[in-house]
Nanobody, 114 residues
Framework: VQLQAFGGGLVQAGGSLRLSCAASGSIVTIYVMGWYRQAPGKERELVATITSSTSTNYGDSVKGRFTVSRDNAKTTMYLQMDSLKPEDTAIYYC?????????WGQGTKVTVSS
């Protein structure tokens, strides 16, 4: 399974960005996909997850501002980020769990200026 994340960039505080994570390869219908982020000098933290049954979960710091979704083909996951804050600056990684294995994509950098 290969994951490709894209959509990061530079945005002003209060702005929005939409990240995408495309999965390819040996895709199965039962899975969990997630977004995690890591800021300089900090540990990687959960941003949001979505299951194949469309259940979602969010980290406390992004609740009410970020929305995770997926396409009907269940191969692409999105993260709509609104009301961005400077503390959202980080490298954002996507991952996918299926058949008891985790797969990680490369990160996409998000920078929020104050």
């Amino acid at each position: 399974v290969q994951l490709q994340a894209f959509g990061g960039g530079l945005v002003q505080a209060g702005g929005s960005l939409r990240l995408s994570c495309a999965a390819s390869g040996s895709i199965v219908t039962i899975y969990v996909m997630g977004w995690y982020r890591q800021a300089p000098g900090k540990e990687r933290e959960l941003v949001a997850t979505i299951t194949s049954s469309t259940s979602t979960n969010y980290g406390d710091s992004v609740k009410g501002r970020f929305t995770v979704s997926r396409d009907n083909a269940k191969t692409t996951m999105y993260l709509q980020m609104d009301s961005l804050k400077p503390e959202d600056t980080a490298i954002y990684y996507c991952n996918r769990w299926q058949r008891n294995r985790y797969y990680w994509g490369q990160g996409t950098k998000v920078t929020v200026s104050s």
